[in-house]
């Protein structure tokens, strides 16, 4: 059983939505609050949400900066967001071999 | 441990498909390869004048068995190069910077600015070094021996074209694309082409004997700039 790929899941990084954070932060080293809002299609509430799971788990860091006079939010991938990213990532790649293996 | 409910075997393939997605939609957001080819074109362009309005340095060394070998070169063009490059480079850094921070993410241009600062720096250094310097029979350098026949080959290493080419390939690199990768490798060779393979040759001594090489380069630059901005725009205008 514990050799089973979905067994190397991590359950913070494992969600859709979070997934897709961590994948956009990555992408982009720096991103803004309402840039992973509207490409995740997520009400301001449940990103916050979202992002309080992340920042717990030491995975991204939040920063507030000003673009003029208005206050920006910026996240930013931790390097153990990054490794949590890439083993999602891998892990994903293991199953769906499994999977299609399987399948086949 | 994650389980997954029944039939829901699909659930990986649909998150790797959207982590590719937003990556793609990411690389969209950051890319704006076309400034940066339009700036160098109109850089390029813009050392026409230079080059055939402005003076030549002569440099002429004696030749052990006999006679003199010469080297001729704009002199304002050695000055013009590396500060309109210099220059280029921090107009395209600031530009990619305001438009990453304009759509909400990061910017990956650092890594092309750094290179193409240092590579217009040293070619502006070493092609000012071998124009001051003309080979009498040949160059040692690095342990190596060239003939002065090869002086024209190193020549175009540090031409204003290559270190122009030699950025764009770091550019493509961190832009991952391997349309512009296509362009800087052929950039690059067009570098160093010699003058009269290009089938447009004005002979030196006339100051506009650069012109042909400076509107090649430069057309091949505007045109690639004219080509990723329509195609960068379609891009976005998917990803959206």
């Known amino acids: ?104 | 441990m994650t389980t997954y409910p029944a039939g829901a075997d699909q659930e990986p393939h649909q998150l790797l498909a959207d982590h590719r997605r937003l990556a793609r939609q990411v690389r969209a957001a950051q890319r704006v390869t076309w400034f940066p080819l339009l700036v160098l074109a109109a850089v390029t362009f813009a050392a026409v004048p230079v080059y055939g309005l402005g003076g030549f340095v002569r440099t002429c060394r004696d030749q052990p068995g006999g006679g003199r070998v010469c080297a001729v070169y704009s002199s304002a063009a050695l000055v013009y190069w590396p500060i309109a490059l210099v220059l280029a480079y921090v107009a395209i850094a600031g530009f990619y910077l305001r438009r990453a921070r304009a759509r909400g993410v990061g910017t990956r241009v650092f890594p092309y600015v750094g290179v193409g600062i240092a590579l217009a720096v040293v070619a502006g250094g070493a092609l000012t070094w071998f124009v001051t310097h003309p080979p009498v029979g040949g160059y040692d350098l690095v342990g190596l021996h060239l003939a002065a026949g090869q002086g024209a080959w190193l020549f175009q290493l540090f031409s204003p074209g290559a270190a122009i080419g030699l950025a764009l390939l770091v550019l493509a690199l961190v832009e991952r694309s391997w349309a512009l990768f296509l362009l800087a490798v052929g950039y690059v060779v067009l570098a160093f082409v010699p003058l009269y393979d290009l089938g447009w040759v004005i002979a030196r001594p006339s100051p506009w004997a650069s012109l042909p090489r400076l509107v090649i380069g430069g057309s091949v630059l505007l045109l690639a700039g004219l080509l990723f901005a329509a195609r960068q725009r379609a891009w976005r205008r998917d990803a959206a």
């Open chain 1, 1 to 104: 059983m514990t050799g089973h790929p979905a067994n190397g899941l991590d359950d913070v990084v494992h969600q859709r939505v979070r997934l897709g954070i961590l994948t956009i932060a990555h992408e982009a080293r720096e991103v803004e609050f309402g840039y992973l809002r509207e490409n995740l299609e997520l009400t301001a509430g449940n990103l916050s949400q979202h992002l309080g799971v992340l920042e717990r788990a030491g995975l991204v860091t939040i920063g507030k900066g000003y673009a003029g006079k208005r206050a920006r939010t910026w996240i930013t991938l931790t390097p153990a967001g990054t490794a949590a990213l890439r083993a999602e990532i891998n892990q994903l790649k293991l199953l769906i071999h499994q999977v299609d293996g399987t399948a086949g």
